[in-house]
């Protein structure tokens, strides 16, 4: 079964801490995702990488950077958490083979005191 | 620019009758590929359906069509005979890229479903 998880389901970090987020993919899934959900707003695409080791700015970078040293691990870094990166943070992966086919994790809730 | 466009916040329908949800994209690829999903309260993205920009016919899955007019760029959820199950939050979200290697899939902002009694 397809599986794509994230290392928390909530997690509450002060501000000017570093934060990781971790996501894992079973599938051998080439290409992966980091979206953030805010209400209103959607899902915005932070980051996603097509391979080990490469990454591409989505439409909203500033302020997160991302790690992809292993195919079925994709991880989100917030340098130094703001409050306005409160927000619900949502990973995908998806395989080159089928277009159509992207999987999401569950969810990782942050929220920045 | 917003390249998926959902003009419809939140709606409100019966039970049992059909449902359009809007959704137009913006894009100057040739290949491209529309997709939605759908959200309930419980958080998880559940993949609904998936229209390739060169598919000729629309697609369909179950009580979910896609109705995609290319010229219009627009690409419609219509949702037969609801049910009360179907209330939840709806994405449209479009594949754009020219390899599909390194394509990314970019959202709409939703549209919140209401199914009433």
């Known amino acids: 079964d397809v599986k794509v998880t994230q290392s928390s389901r909530y997690l509450v970090k002060r501000t000017g801490e570093k934060v990781f987020l971790e996501c894992v993919q079973d599938m051998d899934h080439e290409n992966m995702f980091w979206y953030r959900q805010d209400p209103g707003l959607g899902l915005r695409l932070i980051y996603f990488?097509?391979?080990?080791?490469?990454?591409e700015k989505g439409d909203i970078p500033e302020g997160y950077s991302v790690s992809r040293e292993k195919k079925e691990r994709f991880s989100l870094i917030l340098e130094s958490a703001s409050t306005n990166q409160t927000s619900m943070y949502l990973c995908?992966?998806?395989?080159?083979?089928?277009?159509?086919?992207?999987?999401f994790g569950p969810g990782t809730r942050l929220t920045v005191t | 620019a917003q390249k998926i466009t959902q003009t419809q916040p939140g709606m409100f329908v019966q039970e049992k009758e059909a449902v359009t949800l809007d959704c137009t994209y913006d894009t100057s690829d040739q290949s491209y590929g529309l997709f939605w999903y759908k959200q309930p309260s419980s958080g998880e993205m559940i993949f609904l359906i998936y229209q390739g920009s060169y598919d000729e016919q629309n697609a369909t899955e179950g009580r979910y069509s896609l109705n995609f007019q290319k010229a219009r760029k627009s690409a419609n959820l219509v949702i037969s005979a609801s049910q009360l199950g179907d209330s939840a939050m709806y994405f449209c979200a479009m594949r754009e890229g020219k390899r599909n290697r390194d394509d990314k899939i970019i959202f709409g902002k939703g549209t919140r479903l209401h199914i009433l009694p």
């Open positions: 990488s097509y391979d080990v080791k490469m990454k």
């Open positions: 995908a992966s998806r395989t080159v083979t089928m277009a159509y086919e992207q999987y």
